[in-house]
Every structure is written in structure tokens, then in C-alpha cells.
């Protein structure tokens, strides 16, 4: 047996008549929404990266208003039973081409009809049952989060019978700011003490840390110094005395010469 015709479709519908463009690239965006709820078709019609998604956008939005409406149904129980596209008539125009030639050129239209009804009880409760969890984790975290709210309450009553044992945030900003001074202070007078025990004379610092055989050493080397220099002072000596001697011998060469002479 046959559906139901076109036009003996149950739920409230909207239709476009005359729609400047092809049939065939409205069907591919009407197939992607037929079956799905309102919202979720709205979504997916905003998103698609398709010209004839807005025209049927506009449509979807215009069958659902007339269903609140006119037929007072709720629009989050609304689902696109049904939607189909017809063909539309069709001009014929002619564009001049080379060598007196012509070619045809097909200006087509459409007819778009979009259905909307309520959803069927499975479904529904479904979709109920899904509401109703929502509702359920929405109250869950009001409570915890009243639950917060009285223990921060107790934690003050707690604060204000024990004092010492419960500080208040400013106090205990206070006294961290307070240990954080002190801390600043001590090293500043570590910092300052430091110097002046660094500044003590260098030579003075290295005589009381030298030990007692490196002095030792140091009059070692000092004593045979002394000896170098005197052994080669009494070189020195020896030599400009030894030149002395050898000047009076040639002086006295010299003299017998001039006698035989």
C-alpha cells in the first residue's frame, strides 16, 4: 500500500514556491536534515558550506514558528518528519556563441516543502529522560557548591572561637609579610659584616697564614743571594786588577823599545 501524499502528511508545514535554483542542489541539503530534531537541522544548516543552506534554513525556521504558533507545540519536541523538493518551470533563454551560433541556457526553479512534527514516544522519552539527567547534574553541582559555601562559613565560626589556631587570611598575610622583613634583614647584616672582614690588609693576611718553613725558605734564598752577589763582586776584583797588571807590562815593553831604539 502506498504512503500518505504530499499533502496528507501529518505536522505543521511551511513551502517556498518558485526558488531560483535547481532542484537538484536543494535535494542535497534537504536530505541531510530530514529525520533530525529542529535544533540539531538549524545547526547543521548554519554550518553547511552550501548556497541553498540559507534559503532552507529560513524555511526549517518558518515551518517550526507555525507549529508554536498556530498548532502551540513546544519547538524543543519538534523533529523534520518530512521534506521533499519539486521541480519548478523552467526558462528558456539563448546566448549568442561563435560562427552565428547560439546556445540554450536553462534558468530552473523549485518548489521546497518542509514538515515538522512532534516526536514519537520513544523518542520523547528518550529526550525527556536525557532533559531530566541534565536537570539532575545541574542540581548536583548547586548543592555542592552551597555545600562550599557553608563549610567556608563553619571555617569562619571555627576562626572565631580559636583565634590562634585558625588565623585569618589578612593575619597570616601579615605575618608571612612580616617573617619575609625580618628574612630581608638578616641577610642585608650578613651582607654588610662580610666586607668589612674582607677588607683586612692583604699583606697582613698572607704573613699569618704562611707557614713557618715557607719562611724558612725565603731566608734560605735570601742567604744565597747575598753569597752570589758577593762571589761576583770579588770576581769583578779580581778582574780589574788582573787588567791593571797586564797595562804595566806592556808599559814596560814599550819602555826597553824605545832604549834599544
Do not use: F
Amino acid at each position: 500500500m502506498p504512503g500518505p501524499k504530499t499533502n496528507e502528511r501529518e505536522g505543521t508545514r511551511a513551502v517556498l514556491r518558485y526558488a531560483g535554483t535547481s532542484a537538484y542542489k536543494v535535494r542535497e541539503v534537504v536530505n541531510a536534515v530530514r529525520g533530525k530534531p529542529v535544533e540539531e537541522a538549524e545547526y547543521l544548516l548554519r554550518t553547511m558550506e552550501r548556497g541553498a543552506a540559507t534559503m532552507v534554513g529560513k524555511l526549517l525556521h518558518s515551518a517550526a514558528s507555525n507549529a508554536v504558533n498556530n498548532d502551540h507545540m513546544d519547538p524543543e519536541e519538534l523533529y523534520v518528519s518530512a521534506c521533499y523538493v519539486d521541480e519548478g518551470p523552467t526558462a528558456k533563454r539563448w546566448r549568442p556563441r561563435a560562427r552565428g551560433r547560439a546556445t540554450r541556457i536553462r534558468k530552473r526553479s523549485c518548489h521546497v516543502t518542509m514538515i515538522v512534527s512532534r516526536l514519537p514516544s520513544n523518542e520523547l522519552a528518550r529526550l525527556q529522560a536525557r532533559r531530566r539527567a541534565e536537570n539532575l547534574a545541574m542540581r548536583a553541582r548547586r548543592v555542592e557548591a552551597t555545600r562550599r559555601s557553608q563549610g567556608s562559613e563553619a571555617g569562619s565560626r571555627r576562626q572565631r572561637r580559636h583565634p590562634e589556631a585558625y588565623p585569618a587570611p589578612e593575619e597570616a598575610e601579615t605575618g608571612q609579610e612580616v617573617a619575609a622583613e625580618e628574612t630581608v634583614e638578616a641577610l642585608d647584616e650578613a651582607r654588610s659584616a662580610a666586607p668589612e672582614e674582607a677588607e683586612a690588609p692583604e699583606g697582613e693576611a698572607a704573613e699569618a697564614e704562611a707557614p713557618e718553613g715557607e719562611a724558612a725558605e725565603a731566608e734560605a734564598a735570601e742567604a744565597e743571594a747575598a753569597e752570589a752577589e758577593e762571589a761576583e763582586a770579588e770576581e769583578a776584583e779580581a778582574e780589574e786588577a788582573g787588567g791593571d797588571l797586564s797595562e804595566g807590562a806592556h808599559g814596560a815593553g814599550d819602555a826597553g823599545e824605545e832604549k834599544d831604539d
